[in-house]
């Protein structure tokens, strides 16, 4: 069992940037691959990163690569999403995820472990 808690969620104007954390409690974080996913209203829960259990290897969305970043400190049971250059479509409520062994990390499914959410909202 793992306990995730995502934080630094906020209003921020297009072209800003927020840096989201996601804490884990419970077994050996360093054991599980994470992910981050969104939500927005009326529609489904997307991918959004994930990132390997040592950190070495990293995976976007096509509509956030390159301008956001996922890691991981496992000394400190942290996963982050440093999200630059938002833009209006980037709003939704982002929950990061956890699992021990994954085939296809963009798909919900995959992940036994959910956060509550934190609502990121991009204003105009």
């Known amino acids: 069992q793992v306990q995730l808690v995502e934080s630094g969620g906020g209003l921020v104007q297009a072209g800003g940037s927020l840096r989201l954390s996601c804490a884990a409690s419970?077994?050996?974080?360093?054991?599980?691959?994470m992910g981050w996913f969104r939500q927005a209203p009326g529609k489904e829960r997307e991918f959004v990163a994930a990132?390997?259990?040592?950190?070495?290897?990293?995976y976007y969305a096509d509509s956030v690569k390159g301008r956001f970043t996922i890691s991981r400190d496992n000394a400190k049971n942290t996963v982050y999403l440093q999200m630059n250059s938002l833009k209006p479509e980037d709003t939704a409520v982002y929950y990061c995820?956890?699992?021990?062994?994954?085939?296809?990390?963009?798909?919900?499914?995959?992940?036994?472990?959910w956060g509550q959410g934190t609502q990121v909202t991009v204003s105009s």
């Open positions: 990132i390997t259990w040592s950190g070495r290897r990293t």
């Open positions: 995820a956890a699992t021990g062994t994954v085939s296809d990390w963009r798909k919900v499914y995959e992940y036994d472990y």
């Open positions: 419970g077994r050996t974080f360093s054991s599980y691959f």
